[in-house]
DNA sequence: GCGCGATGTATCGCCGCGATACATCGGACG
DNA sequence: CGTCCGATGTATCGCGGCGATACATCGCGC
């Protein structure tokens, strides 16, 4: 979601509509666009719901020409306190949200904000969800194999191993996470 | 687009929705859903549109019981000409539509309904959109490699390998196309 | 001095998603 | 022999994101 990419980046620093959607595509890369018709309307909401301020970083309005069409000053977004709650609330949720496609690389685009025990249950149910998936896939790739075009199979087998990769590198992150949080109590 | 998808399967047989939707599952695999929330809005679009035609395939409504909550039969739905006209118009499309990162994938799927030469435009169409944000992020990761922290960088880079694993299977693709068509006129 | 691309705010309609509701049917299990 | 459950089946609703588009300003090169 959207609304968490905002707060973690205003967390930082307070920024503006533009520098907010650079920051997001340099944060998330290849993963997410996040268009301005997603994050004009978004920071509308989290405005009137009051995590968030806007202001004007413009004073220079004044009464200069334009009754009509007036001059668009730069309007900077603040968290608020209540802003900085939800943060930390949706920082510490790993619940299955925290685990679908889109929400996943939010997430974990802000794990160094994150606690590191929430960090590894949600790494680890990102991992078991994408799992399922596969061998629902596999299964049913089994059952109807035969019946399918080479292309349709092709899809199927990239797809297949695309999940493959992100399980490994799953695998991979968990494991260094444990092995730094060395408060070993289980491990012989 | 969901329209492509449904037009491709049921040019193959006539189907409703339910099995609309388990065909979907088959021949998407891992790479995109499709819930009844779009494919029943679609149905009717397409409908009222003139693409499809909607039938009861269960004639045993009749007199029975109720006069309300009337017992809901099967609904099978059947591709008209104009339907069958709009298929090839959209396998026909080679544009930037077609290499959008949720179209892409229903055109591979039903590639063996695709004329060999808008096959190999497509995969090309895609694989340069790919290369043009793989570069973007790249320019834009080394700008700002410094400043990120590490969860974030290795999202970056995970991205980064993922994409590039797309674009050398899109290269074998391609090359499997071409010297599948040997009317080589230009190779020496 | 003029145009063009970057900066900047904003809206609109489309489409897909997840949740939910509701109904029927066949088989498993007590 | 009843009943409960999971698969089959049709359908809607609200939300959130996307791409296109509009419009305005600023700084730079030519």
Request: zero cysteines.
């Given at each position: 979601?959207?609304?968490?990419?905002?707060?973690?980046?205003?967390?930082?620093?307070?920024?503006?509509?533009?520098?907010?959607?650079?920051?997001?595509?340099?944060?998330?890369?290849?993963?997410?666009?996040?268009?301005?018709?997603s994050l004009y309307?978004?920071?509308?909401?989290?405005?009137?719901?009051?995590?968030?301020?806007?202001?004007?970083?413009?004073?220079?309005?004044?009464?200069?020409?334009?009754?009509?069409?007036?001059?668009?000053?730069?309007?900077?977004?603040?968290?608020?306190?209540?802003?900085?709650?939800?943060?930390?609330?949706?920082?510490?949720?790993?619940?299955?949200?925290?685990?679908?496609?889109?929400?996943?690389?939010?997430?974990?685009?802000?794990?160094?904000?994150?606690?590191?025990?929430?960090?590894?249950?949600?790494?680890?149910?990102?991992?078991?969800?994408?799992?399922?998936r596969r061998e629902?896939?596999?299964?049913?790739?089994?059952?109807?194999?035969?019946?399918?075009?080479?292309?349709?199979?092709?899809?199927?087998?990239?797809?297949?191993?695309?999940?493959?990769?992100?399980?490994?590198?799953?695998?991979?992150?968990?494991?260094?996470?444990?092995?730094?949080?060395?408060?070993?109590?289980?491990?012989?």
């Amino acid at each position: 979601m959207l609304e968490l990419a905002v707060l973690g980046l205003l967390h930082e620093s307070p920024l503006h509509g533009y520098e907010l959607r650079q920051r997001l595509k340099a944060t998330l890369g290849t993963f997410r666009a996040f268009s301005y018709g997603s994050l004009y309307p978004t920071l509308r909401r989290m405005r009137d719901t009051g995590w968030i301020t806007e202001d004007e970083g413009d004073a220079e309005v004044v009464a200069g020409a334009p009754p009509l069409t007036g001059r668009r000053g730069k309007v900077v977004y603040r968290l608020t306190a209540e802003g900085k709650e939800r943060l930390q609330e949706l920082l510490a949720e790993a619940g299955p949200s925290s685990w679908e496609d889109e929400t996943f690389g939010v997430h974990f685009a802000f794990f160094s904000q994150t606690d590191p025990e929430v960090r590894v249950r949600i790494l680890e149910g990102r991992r078991s969800r994408l799992e399922e998936r596969r061998e629902g896939v596999r299964a049913s790739l089994a059952r109807t194999r035969a019946r399918l075009d080479s292309y349709t199979l092709q899809l199927q087998e990239h797809g297949l191993e695309s999940v493959d990769r992100e399980v490994r590198w799953l695998t991979e992150l968990i494991e260094t996470e444990r092995s730094q949080s060395n408060t070993g109590t289980t491990q012989p």
